[in-house]
């Protein structure tokens, strides 16, 4: 429980303080995506980077019971898999047609919602006094 507990804090307040920035700089956002779905090195760097991360949570906590915060924690390392892997693996072409079929510009803030959500379920979550025999 200390472990999810730490994730969730990590990844709460990660998440809300990314979004907040995102939301307050929504140009210079938009701007840094396209410009990074047109370097194939910086997208491999992150690619290898959210695999890395992806690994060390699921081999770290891969709870899938416990309540919804495990949960929620376990999922965060399986994403992060899987989109390390849509990073490394298709090609250029196709990462840049899957970012332009999103329509991320358009939908800017419908996509900032759910994690805005999420992180600041998990900072209040994080933060919760644990029960006396934790």
Excluded at 16 to 23: D, G, K
């Amino acid at each position: 429980m200390i472990l999810t507990k730490f994730y969730a804090r990590f990844f709460g307040l990660w998440e809300v303080l990314a979004v907040l920035a995102m939301v307050a700089n929504r140009d210079g956002t938009i701007a840094a995506l396209n410009a990074l779905f047109a370097n194939p090195g910086m997208i491999f760097i992150t690619g290898i980077f959210t695999l890395f991360l992806g690994l060390a949570v699921v081999v770290s906590h891969n709870r899938w019971s416990g309540g919804v915060v495990a949960v929620i924690v376990t999922l965060y390392g399986w994403i992060a898999i899987v989109k390390g892997l849509l990073f490394l693996w298709p090609s250029l072409p196709l990462q840049a047609t899957l970012y332009q079929a999103m329509q991320f510009p358009q939908h800017y803030y419908e996509y900032l919602g759910v994690p805005l959500v999420v992180g600041a379920y998990l900072v209040y979550a994080g933060f919760q006094p644990s029960a006396a025999r934790e």
